[in-house]
């Protein structure tokens, strides 16, 4: 059986985003794998170690440093990788044509992603790419056990969580708590660098964008930064509820 | 027309189907706005719908009783196509949201997701969304025939109910086979005041430190203030709150009148979920704290000593 695992490449949390005319500006930016998708990569390198017989793929859709992103994930132990490079934004409709056709041609059966990116945050890949191949989804896994091919588990919900029974072949979206991703370890790096990188053309998968993008904009809110000292707490409390009841009116 | 689906729970309309409504009256698309009820056992839910919308479409099914990603995508999908719909808001909750994008490839639609304007321009539907944890705002436009939407919660103002409530047709439909079972459930159901409708939030951080001092300093206060609880992600970790309270990237996205952390750090991924609330309050043993940067009011000190003496000063 084969699994792929999506790699995104995401700015760093603490990194500060900048704008340059309409567009965010990635430029000097520190960019590491997405969070989300280290989840993907050990939960599928852990259902390898409990007994599923699988080629991992880990899969990027971006430009040229993805490459990094698709290194790491060869270190923590994924088989090999798939790059389709492209400088063109692909929405997460237009991107779900790339992963579908991909899935197709390898004969994948099970596709793991994250939940939801930290850049543009669509939270809308699995689902897209799902429906295209006519797959069951899952959504916010946060434990998974494949056994043959029925794939059990637990995931989050609007209000709760549900255990949950379905079979392959299925799309899976991760999440926090799904697992604790493990390091790549340096002989790990070092064998990474021989295992295959394989580049596809996104041509071949006839996807296009299908939003236009007009413009974006960072919207700092002006803060009243009033900070009170709380070495006299009863003090300092009183003056707190007092500007919150009468100067913000917030509360009664 | 203008194909809006309502969300609902425990026979009621949620608040998202009133937000959902007034997406669509101000997204400057003309036709009438219908609402899909889909569930069973939703006469009720049907009734408050009409309230607000010009039609309201009811699919009273027994396939209906639980939700799936799958029937609920097929089912919107194909009114949609009945309707000739050209727009179809969705709610923008997990459930929404996962089965949103569905529709859209099965329209062979674009899909605007978490969108907290719309407006028309021209033929082109244009939305607002946050992007980048929530630190830029992006405007995106979609046209053809047809557009999805998924609405945000808590982005559009409730409509107010029309003067004479719309039609409701019952409607049937063809559904697929359900893949996936559930075969256990487990609702985190708080007592308290649900953080999507709280005016107030008060939220604990890691620097609580415990249980017990959750239950003893936040929830005496939300109470005291009529608030919502929240909580950090690494509270949730810790297992001192239910996932349900978790605020931030992965967990919901607040904008109450008044936010007030307590032993929060402020990590962007926090940040992220309550920015944009209108007041913050931060109380931090560290003046250096990052939530200090985003705070309209604080307290430099221990929660320990200056909860117990707000609570006392919050009592009515
Ligand atoms: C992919 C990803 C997604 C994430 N999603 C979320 C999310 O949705 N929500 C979220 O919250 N986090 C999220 N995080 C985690 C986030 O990065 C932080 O780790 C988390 O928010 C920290 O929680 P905290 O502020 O409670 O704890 P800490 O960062 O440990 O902060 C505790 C604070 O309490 C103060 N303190 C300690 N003792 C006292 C005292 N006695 N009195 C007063 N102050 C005290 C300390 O000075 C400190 O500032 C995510 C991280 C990742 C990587
Ligand atoms: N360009 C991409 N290439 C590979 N995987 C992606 C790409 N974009 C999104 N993903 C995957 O889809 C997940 C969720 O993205 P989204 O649904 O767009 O929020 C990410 O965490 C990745 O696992």
Redesign the interface.
């Known amino acids: 059986m084969k699994i792929l695992t999506l790699i995104r490449q995401v700015p760093d949390a603490e990194a500060r985003v900048k704008l340059s005319g309409n567009v965010v500006d990635l430029g000097g930016t520190t960019v590491v794998m997405d969070g989300m998708d280290e989840y993907g990569v050990e939960a599928a390198l852990r259902l390898r170690e409990a007994g599923a017989e699988a080629e991992i793929i880990a899969v990027a859709v971006g430009p040229q440093r993805n490459e990094d992103a698709l290194r790491t994930a060869l270190a923590m132990g994924v088989d090999r990788a798939v790059h389709i490079e492209t400088e063109e934004r692909l929405d997460a409709v237009a991107l779900s044509k790339v992963i579908a056709g991909l899935a197709r041609s390898e004969g994948a059966e099970l596709i793991l992603l994250g939940g939801q990116e930290a850049d543009w945050d669509s939270q809308a890949l699995g689902a897209a790419t799902a429906e295209r191949l006519g797959w069951a989804q899952l959504t916010w896994t946060n434990e998974l056990h494949l056994n043959g091919t029925a794939l059990t588990g637990r995931h989050d919900v609007d209000d709760g969580n549900e255990s949950f029974e379905t079979h392959l072949p299925a799309v899976v979206t991760t999440q926090q708590g799904l697992n604790e991703p493990r390091y790549p370890t340096l002989p790990n790096i070092m064998k990474a660098k021989k295992k295959e990188l394989r580049k596809d053309d996104l041509a071949t998968y006839g996807a296009a964008p299908s939003l236009n993008y007009v413009s974006a904009e960072i919207q700092v809110r002006a803060r009243l930064n009033r900070v009170i000292d709380g070495k006299d707490p009863q003090a300092a409390a009183a003056q707190l509820i007092d500007l919150l009841r009468n100067e913000a009116k917030v509360i009664r | 027309m203008i194909l809006v689906v309502a969300e609902h ?1 425990g026979g009621k309309l949620a608040k998202a189907s009133l937000e959902m409504v007034s997406a669509a009256r101000s997204s400057g698309r003309e036709g009438p706005i219908t609402l899909l009820v889909l569930g069973h056992g939703v006469a009720g839910v049907a009734a408050e719908a009409a309230a607000v919308a010009d039609q309201v479409l009811v699919a009273d099914l027994s396939e209906l009783a639980t ?1 799936d ?2 029937l609920w ?1 097929a089912a919107t999908a194909q009114i949609a196509r009945a309707g000739e719909a050209h727009t179809v808001i969705t709610p923008g ?3 929404g ?6 529709v ?3 329209l062979d ?6 969108a907290i304007s719309l407006s028309a321009h021209g033929d ?1 539907l ?1 939305a607002q ?5 929530s ?10 025939p047809v557009v999805v939407v998924s609405a945000k919660p808590g982005a559009f103002a409730p409509a107010a109910p029309l003067g004479a409530p719309g039609e409701q047709y019952d409607i049937d439909l063809d559904l697929p086979e359900r ?11 708080s007592s308290r005041v649900a953080l999507s409708e709280a ?2 939030i008060v939220t604990g951080g890691r620097g609580v430190g415990n249980a017990e001092n959750f239950a003893r300093l936040i929830e005496p206060l939300a109470d005291n ?1 009529g608030a919502g609880v929240g909580a950090t ?1 690494a509270v949730v ?1 810790a297992g001192w709150r239910p ?2 309270e978790q605020v931030g ?2 967990g919901k996205t607040v904008q109450p ?2 936010y007030i952390a307590l032993g929060v750090s402020g ?3 926090h940040l992220s979920g309550m ?2 609330s ?4 931060a ?1 931090n043993k560290d ?1 250096e704290a990052p939530i ?11 929660v320990s ?2 909860v ?3 609570i ?3 009592r ?1």
Do not use: C, M, N
């Open positions: 729970t939700y990603a799958e995508a909750s997990r459930s949201r996962e089965y949103a994008p569905r859209a490839v099965k639609a674009p899909y605007l997701e978490d082109a244009r969304r946050y992007t980048y944890l630190r830029v705002t992006e405007t995106v436009e979609a046209s053809g893949r996936v079972t559930i075969t256990g459930r487990s609702v985190e159901k005016d107030i203030l992600r970790d996932y349900a990237q992965t009148g008044a990590a962007v991924q920015g944009k209108k007041y913050i309050v109380i003046a200090f940067k985003v705070a309209d009011y604080g307290i430099v000190g221990d000593e200056i117990p003496a707000l006392e000063a919050s009515r």
